[in-house]
């Protein structure tokens, strides 16, 4: 088997290959079924799978799907890393977690964002306190998701948000457009007002899956930032802690982040590293995003603006829909062989290194 093999067309596929392989290994399987469904009525569902010792006290885990579309990356590695025979390279006394599609709404329809319309990836505040408040994304609010989408208002749009950043900087124009928001329920890299589905599913399988572990690796998979096919290790652990420390340690410095400045991706509201450290609060954990660029940023930020437009206001099934979820699709995942062996060899290299600081801490 050769590297483009292991990614699949859509989340069935993708679901059924997981599935397969993890069996194949001789991995134990648990399902969590989302209560939406999605296209012609198809079951949803967050899978995990779990090979090596079930009281191991040290525990390889990889997420995919954390933000819909960009599942066909992740989940290609997790295929790949059973169907290889890699997985049994964390075997003796380190497990491996494979957490397949946590957002599987967002993966099986096509969108970065769960049922509830809500960015994951943004949604692990405190939701009993004040929600953190994006004067900049309030201001900027009509020009991101428009009520029209067409040349016009895209050129529009685009050109009134270009001189904000003129004005304010282009890092400004990210952190105010991506950071996350918690004020407009219809527009983009919305936090929510409360934990979504996915959020709950994820932090139920940090509690149980991991109460004998003492130590964990995370590695959750990302598509749509920086270079086309270099995968960033983005880490927002907090500076001077003990998690950034090993971090550093095990992946030779070759990391990023946002709390420093270092990283492609600005800080972010409410990252799911939050909900990971409290579901499991007895395991340290060292957790990382392994990011992988498609296009120019410029062109990601376009195709969500667009898919947000879509389920709002437009037709998905007529010929400007289906234009939109292909742009959509095309932002964050390259169906070109290339791309994915960039994918692979990078994933293998960072689990790898995972394993290695695992096995020496």
Known sequence: MTAPSYFSADYAEARQRFLDSARAAGATHTAYDNPNRGPNGQALY????????????????????????EGFCGSGVQVGW??????????????????????????????????????????????????????????????????????????ETHEALAAYADEHGPRALQAAVSAGQ????????YGGQAPTWSHRTLKRIFETELANAKQAAVIDYHTGLGPRGHGERICCHAVGSDNLTRTEQWYEGDFTSPLMGTS??????GV?????????????????????????????????????????????????????????REAFYQDADDWKQMIWDRAVETQRLALRGLKES
């Open 46 to 69: 967050t899978d995990t799978a779990w090979l090596g010792p079930r009281d191991a006290e040290r525990v390889l885990v990889s997420v995919s799907g954390t933000h819909g579309a």
């Open 82 to 155: 059973f169907e290889s025979g890699l997985a049994a390279e964390s075997h003796g006394d380190i497990a491996y977690l494979a957490i397949h599609a946590i957002n599987p709404h967002g993966f099986a329809w096509l969108r970065r964002v769960t049922e509830e319309n809500v960015d994951l990836n943004r949604n692990f505040v405190d939701f009993g306190g004040p929600l953190p408040d994006n004067a900049a994304y309030r201001e900027l609010a009509d020009l991101i998701c428009p009520k029209t989408w067409d040349d016009a208002t895209i050129s």
């Open 182 to 189: 918690y004020s407009h329920p219809d527009g983009i890299f």
């Open 264 to 269: 492609s991706s600005v800080e972010l509201n």
């Open 272 to 328: 799911n590293l939050f909900g990971m450290e409290k579901a499991a609060d007895k395991t340290d954990l060292t957790v990382i995003a392994l990011e992988y660029g498609t296009q120019e940023t410029q062109l990601v930020k376009l195709a969500l603006r667009a898919d947000n437009w879509l389920h709002l206001y437009g037709d998905p099934e007529s010929d400007q829909g289906r234009a939109i979820k292909q742009q959509v």
